[in-house]
């Protein structure tokens, strides 16, 4: 192994990592951790909203002719 220090950056500002307690590291890979799992899901969100897109402009194309009071040709329910 190196005998450079091992350095996390956080918020821009150096910290030795031998220098942060346990409880520090576990809170920061939680954090992270939790961070990634916020990117999958609004990932998700994003792919089911153009699904529902879609299947809304599909939808769209499948309409009848819209309904118009009082014309005759229109089909009364």
Not at 7 to 34: A, M, R, W
Not at 37 to 50: E, P, Q, V, W
Not at 61 to 67: I, R, S, V, W
Request: aromatic share 4%; with cysteine.
């Amino acid at each position: 192994m190196s005998d450079e220090p091992q350095i996390i950056n956080i918020d821009n500002t150096p910290y030795l990592i031998d220098d942060l307690s346990d409880t520090c590291k576990e809170k920061l890979g939680s954090s992270q951790q939790v961070n990634q799992a916020i990117g999958l899901l609004g990932a998700l969100i994003s792919a089911a909203k153009k699904g529902a897109e879609l299947d809304f402009n599909e939808a769209i194309k499948l309409l009848p002719e819209p309904y118009v009071e009082g014309d005759p040709a229109s089909k009364s329910h």
